[in-house]
């Protein structure tokens, strides 16, 4: 009975989130993490990190990963790896997360790979070549930050 109660707290406690991290409220942000980490699991089938708007999963990779143990976050693996295929250079949602698991240490060599992988796609585009520059340059400092 209890699970049940606590998965059915999950969306709200990350609606909770959303709104908090919004309104700048970050200590009583940060309470809202500590218990959706403590129902670690439980907690992935309701992120829906796809249909977040960016600042919500900017916060998300900022606040929540690197808070979540190594074990944790590669469970979370699918739901963050859904932005790393994009080819939207405008948003740079993947790439926070993509430095957030980088400091975890988590995949690092499947992290190359997806950067290796956005930089060649990024710099074979056709958009707009000042945004794709920018674009390129970040990500060449997460792959900097791999080698170090």
Same mark, same amino acid.
């Given at each position: 009975m209890k699970n049940k109660k606590e998965n059915h707290e999950i969306p709200i406690l990350l609606d909770a989130l959303d709104d908090l991290q919004n309104s700048q409220m970050l200590e009583e942000a940060k309470d809202v993490v500590d218990s959706l980490i403590a129902m670690r699991e439980r907690m992935i089938p309701h992120l829906k990190l796809q249909q977040r708007d960016s600042s919500f999963i900017h916060y998300f990779a900022y606040y929540v990963i690197p808070y979540c143990d $190594? &074990? %944790?976050?590669?469970?979370?693996?699918? &739901?963050? !790896? !859904?932005? %790393? *295929?994009? &080819? =939207? $250079? $405008? &948003? *740079? $949602? =993947? /790439? #926070? #997360? /993509? =430095?957030s698991l980088i400091q975890k240490n988590i995949d690092v060599d499947k992290i190359v790979v997806i950067l290796n992988d956005k930089y060649t796609r990024a710099y074979n585009s056709d958009q707009n070549k000042s945004l794709v520059l920018d674009y390129l340059k970040e990500v060449n400092i997460l792959i900097r930050k791999i080698k170090k």
């Amino acid at each position: 009975m209890k699970n049940k109660k606590e998965n059915h707290e999950i969306p709200i406690l990350l609606d909770a989130l959303d709104d908090l991290q919004n309104s700048q409220m970050l200590e009583e942000a940060k309470d809202v993490v500590d218990s959706l980490i403590a129902m670690r699991e439980r907690m992935i089938p309701h992120l829906k990190l796809q249909q977040r708007d960016s600042s919500f999963i900017h916060y998300f990779a900022y606040y929540v990963i690197p808070y979540c143990d $190594t &074990e %944790f976050v590669e469970s979370m693996w699918n &739901e963050c !790896s !859904s932005f %790393f *295929y994009k &080819e =939207d $250079t $405008t &948003e *740079y $949602t =993947d /790439l #926070i #997360i /993509l =430095d957030s698991l980088i400091q975890k240490n988590i995949d690092v060599d499947k992290i190359v790979v997806i950067l290796n992988d956005k930089y060649t796609r990024a710099y074979n585009s056709d958009q707009n070549k000042s945004l794709v520059l920018d674009y390129l340059k970040e990500v060449n400092i997460l792959i900097r930050k791999i080698k170090k």
